[in-house]
Structure formats: C-alpha cells, structure tokens
C-alpha cells in the first residue's frame, strides 16, 4: 500500500506556472508507474500525464504536451509535475495516482489516490 499527498497548488495567471508535488510513503513505491489526473468542476476525471517506475519514459495528454514536464525521484519518493504556460482550462483539481502502465489512462485501472490540490488559472 502507498500513501500519496499532493503539495503545490494555488492561484495564478494564466501564462504563469506551477509546480506540484506528490510526495508518497511506502517501500513499493518505486515499483510502480504514476500518474497525474485532474478534474474540473462537473467534469470527470481525465489523464494529465504519467511516468514509468524509473522515470525513464513520460506519456502527456495532447492538451498539455509541450507544456507540462512531469518527473520523479524514487530516493524521495516523490513525482513532481511542472506546470507552464497554464490556460485557464487548466483549472482543476490535481491527484496523483499509482499504475501499473506507463500508457494506461483510465482512472479506474489506478490505484492509492492522493487527496488533490486546486488549481486555479485566472484569465
């Protein structure tokens, strides 16, 4: 079992940039591959972007390719995901999760979900 707890949300301009952090406890941590997801009031839950146990690969939704950079250190126990140039359709609330597949991107398959940070981009 992992325990995940997100840091780093907040309120900013669209164009301006945020870093969150998930910082989790655990020993099995480095086996698994993780994800980040968000969900805008009223809508559901959708993939942002995810990375293999070793951090090796990294997989993006197309809606923030190029923008987003996600990356994990497993002696931290720690996946942080680099928010740039956030749009205002970027407002959401932020979980990380534990997978097994670094192209896996249904909410359902993840399992050992953070609590979420807010996200708001203001236009």
């Known amino acids: 079992q992992v325990q995940l707890v997100e840091s780093g949300g907040g309120l900013v301009q669209a164009g301006g940039s945020l870093r969150l952090s998930c910082a989790a406890s655990?020993?099995?941590?480095?086996?698994?591959?993780m994800g980040w997801f968000r969900q805008a009031p009223g809508k559901e839950r959708e993939f942002v972007a995810s990375i293999s146990w070793g951090g090796g690969s990294t997989y993006y939704a197309d809606s923030v390719k190029g923008r987003f950079t996600i990356s994990r250190d497993n002696a931290k126990r720690t996946v942080d995901l680099q928010m740039n140039s956030l749009k205002p359709e970027d407002t959401a609330v932020y979980y990380c999760?534990?997978?097994?597949?670094?192209?896996?991107?249904?909410?359902?398959?993840?399992?050992?979900w953070g609590q979420g940070t807010q996200v708001t981009v203001s236009s």
């Open positions: 655990g020993r099995t941590f480095g086996n698994y591959a």
């Open positions: 999760a534990t997978g097994s597949s670094l192209y896996t991107t249904t909410p359902k398959v993840y399992t050992n």
